[in-house]
T-cell receptor, first 112, second 113 residues
Framework: DTEVTQTPKHLVMGMTNKKSLKCEQHMGHRAMYWYKQKAKKPPELMFVYSYEKLSINESVPSRFSPECPNSSLLNLHLHALQPEDSALYLC???????????FGQGTRLTVV | QKEVEQDPGPLSVPEGAIVSLNCTYSNSAFQYFMWYRQYSRKGPELLMYTYSSGNKEDGRFTAQVDKSSKYISLFIRDSQPSDSATYLCAMTDRGSTLGRLYFGRGTQLTVWP
């Protein structure tokens, strides 16, 4: 099983809302990632968790708050987003180091 | 100069054609190479991964790595309309324990019947 499950698939939120994106994997991967992808662009790294600890924050605005409750779950809490934050948000996982990464289907976020 | 360069296309070929997709990279520390296929509005799907210079084949797909030239390729034989997607190359740095991916910008492929 190489599945990474993301919920919800679609999300529309207002600029004053608080919402959360969820990601789950059962491959025993120790590294989990959040990427943001705009149309016709490659994914851009936002956060990396390794062994449930935040290891990389790519200078992401504080309105995005990641959380790793356990080794299988990754959340991204959203608050006071801007319309330019509308994008496809992708979760991925891997064993870390030089190994392949598996992506979820993404959450398509629209901020109105 | 970006660390990973990939021609964005678009590339349009007839069904049955052989497709060649390419990436070049500048960082000699890049060690592990992946190709992803991404359909519109979906997440990237891992197609091929390879570590060594040389060829790796899986069905209609062949991944080729030339570390001396810092050049990787993906060949698709007998292309099908269902292969129409964006293809992303990605690679990892041997110095990193975190598995961070460095992506090319993606090549948009259309295979017409």
């Amino acid at each position: 099983d190489t599945e990474v499950t993301q919920t919800p698939k679609h999300l529309v939120m207002g600029m004053t809302n608080k919402k959360s994106l969820k990601c789950e994997q059962h491959m025993g991967h120790r590294a989990m990632y959040w990427y943001k992808q705009k149309a016709k662009k490659p994914p851009e790294l936002m956060f990396v968790y390794s062994y449930e600890k935040l290891s990389i924050n790519e200078s992401v605005p504080s309105r995005f708050s990641p959380e790793c409750p356990n080794s299988s779950l990754l959340n991204l809490h959203l608050h006071a987003l801007q319309p330019e934050d509308s994008a496809l948000y992708l979760c991925a996982s891997s064993h870390g180091g030089n190994t392949e990464a598996f992506f979820g289907q993404g959450t398509r976020l629209t901020v109105v | 100069q970006k660390e990973v360069e990939q021609d964005p296309g678009p590339l349009s070929v007839p069904e049955g054609a052989i497709v060649s997709l390419n990436c070049t990279y500048s960082n000699s520390a890049f060690q592990y190479f992946m190709w992803y296929r991404q359909y519109s509005r979906k997440g990237p799907e891992l197609l091929m991964y390879t570590y060594s210079s040389g060829n790796k084949e899986d069905g209609r797909f062949t991944a080729q790595v030339d570390k001396s030239s810092k050049y990787i390729s993906l060949f698709i034989r007998d292309s099908q309309p269902s292969d129409s997607a964006t293809y992303l190359c990605a690679m990892t740095d041997r110095g990193s324990t975190l598995g961070r991916l460095y992506f090319g910008r993606g090549t948009q492929l259309t295979v017409w019947p």
